[in-house]
């Protein structure tokens, strides 16, 4: 059982790229989001899926796009990366215990 | 809107006495709270939540939490602290009506807690 996985750890774009980040998780959870971590701002929701073929927008979703491809997976894309778009991002799943399990983070870096 | 504050970005201890780190928050119905830890380069690890019943939840790690509807606060503690115990504490809040699952949590900004030897 491995949890909540998130691939890449740490990239590296210049301004303008577009990437996508790949989550996916193996308990069967419903609900899966993208979280931004920066430094003194906490974490912030950028989108989240409450259940497979649903999506919704959090508090900062502007640059970005989901796609819930599965109940596993949950991609967030950077269409145009821009350098405000650096940041620490987290991957989520949510259980019927009611609490969030969170992934090991990708580092992004834009030039 | 619900809203969680972290008034104390940094709470320092050391090893051996108790520490408290303080959240409170604010939900138009009642609140499901939860902590979570961030150890450096990692993600969140869930801690302990309250969702109904003692006011006083005991989590992992001996941690435990006091829930105040009064005050509205939701304090972290621990009898006694350990160095291992230095890492990024957040408290997040989510109103208790509406899909339990789904809903969406607040999280705080976040508290360093530093234990020295």
């Known amino acids: 059982n491995a949890g909540v996985t998130q691939t890449p750890k740490f990239q590296v774009l210049k301004t303008g790229q577009s990437m996508t980040l790949q989550c996916a998780q193996d308990?069967?959870?419903?609900?899966m989001y993208w979280y931004r971590q920066d430094p003194g701002m906490g974490l912030r929701l950028i989108y989240y899926s409450a259940s497979e073929g649903t999506t919704d927008k959090g508090e900062v979703p502007n640059g970005y796009n989901v796609s819930r491809l599965n109940k596993r997976e949950f991609s967030l894309r950077l269409e145009s990366a821009a350098p405000s778009q650096t940041s620490v991002y987290f991957c989520?799943?949510?259980?019927?215990?009611?609490?969030?399990?969170f992934g090991p983070g990708t580092r992004l870096l834009v030039l | 809107a619900q809203s969680v504050a972290q008034p104390e970005d940094q709470v320092n201890v050391a090893e051996g006495n108790p520490l408290t780190v303080k959240c409170t928050y604010s939900?138009?119905?009642?609140?499901?709270l939860f902590w979570y830890v961030q150890y450096p380069n990692r993600g969140l690890q869930f801690l302990l939540k309250y969702i109904t019943g003692d006011n006083l939840v005991k989590g992992s790690y001996g941690f435990e939490a006091e829930f105040n509807k009064s005050q509205t606060s939701f304090h972290l503690k621990k009898p006694s602290a350990l160095v291992s115990d230095s890492a990024l504490y957040f408290c997040a809040v989510r109103d208790s009506q509406g899909n339990t699952n789904a809903g969406k949590s607040t999280f705080g900004d976040g508290t360093t807690l530093t234990v020295k030897p």
């Open positions: 989520a799943s949510n259980g019927v215990r009611g609490y969030r399990y």
């Open positions: 939900v138009s119905g009642n609140p499901y």
């Open positions: 308990m069967n959870h419903n609900s």
